[in-house]
């Protein structure tokens, strides 16, 4: 299997979080769980095999994904096609870093998957083109690259009381003040609520939530002997009790039976039929 991760330099640095490329994924399940963490993302299949979003109860067929798609911040879990062969090529966008690229309010697109032409025109499909043709793999990261200049060249910047909102819920989601950042913005609560939601997907405080599980997972992921009153203790929830229920929310599991159930990968969770 070839794997590669690429992290852009500035400035789309600022934006994106990784580039990620992939060919000859050969997974033993068939679907894929994926928790919320945080981010957006562009999908571009390169493999010409359809996938679907399924029901993460049910799992019944919802959405069938070709080409491309685009992943907006979610809120729940998302079931998604695991492929056998597969190959994938994935924009992930830091929290915030979409809006210049994508043009569009990113409320429109919590909890969905939309195809990429809706939003992005023949240009991503041309992308895709590229993409499919490169010869190496850099060259691939290259074309990805200079594809994100040119659809942002003309584009107002995010916020940059987005920014700092987010970059302090990350830094401290366990213990920051949500007026406090509102005070500091200069905004009514109102008006900076609307511009979060507009350009990162979720309310700040919604945000906040789901970092905060992530901080959790990756505590969970580093730890050998796990004191579950600890962590909740650490990730600054309320009790144990609530920390139950925010992690059954967002990853459809209590914390000892996501440790029985979970994949090689922090946010996913495989299922096998």
């Known amino acids: ?21 992939f060919k000859g994924y050969d997974p033993a399940h068939t679907i894929e769980k994926l928790m919320p963490d945080g981010t957006v993302n562009i999908i571009v299949e390169l493999d010409e095999f359809d996938r679907y979003t399924f029901d993460h109860h049910t799992l019944e067929k ?6 491309a798609w685009v992943s907006g911040m ?36 919590t909890n969905l998957v939309v195809d990429a032409e809706l939003i992005l025109g023949n240009s991503i499909l041309e992308l895709r083109e590229k993409l499919m043709e490169a010869k190496t793999i850099p060259e691939k990261f290259q074309m990805a690259e200079e594809w994100l200049i040119q659809r942002a060249k003309y584009c107002p ?7 700092f ?4 819920i990350q830094r401290n989601p366990t213990q920051i003040i949500l007026k ?19 350009q ?52 459809g599991f209590n914390p000892s039976n996501y440790l029985k ?3 090689e990968l922090l946010h996913y969770i495989p299922v096998y039929e």
Request: hydrophobic share 40%; aromatic share 14%; charged share 20%.
């Open 62 to 67: 919802q959405k069938k994904c070709i080409r």
């Open 261 to 263: 159930e979970k994949g």
């Open 74 to 109: 979610h809120q729940h879990l998302i079931a998604f096609s695991s492929l056998r062969k597969s190959s994938l090529f994935v924009i992930q966008f830091k929290a915030g870093g979409s809006f210049p690229f994508l043009h569009t309010p990113l409320y429109a697109l």
């Open 157 to 163: 910047l995010p916020e940059a009381v987005v920014q």
């Open 200 to 251: 990162v997907g979720l309310t700040p405080k919604f945000y906040q939530r789901i970092i905060r599980f992530n901080k959790a997972l990756e505590e969970i992921n580093q730890q050998n002997a796990i004191e579950w009153p600890q962590i909740s203790h650490d990730c600054g929830y309320y009790d144990q009790a609530h920390f139950i229920n925010e992690f059954k929310k967002f990853s």
């Open 180 to 198: 406090d950042i509102v005070e500091k913005t200069g905004y009514s609560q109102k008006q900076f609520i609307h511009i979060f939601k507009k």
């Open 165 to 168: 909102a987010v970059n302090t």
């Open 1 to 21: 299997m070839e794997f590669k991760i690429h992290i852009p330099k500035a400035p789309l640095a600022n934006y994106i979080g990784s580039l990620t490329y």
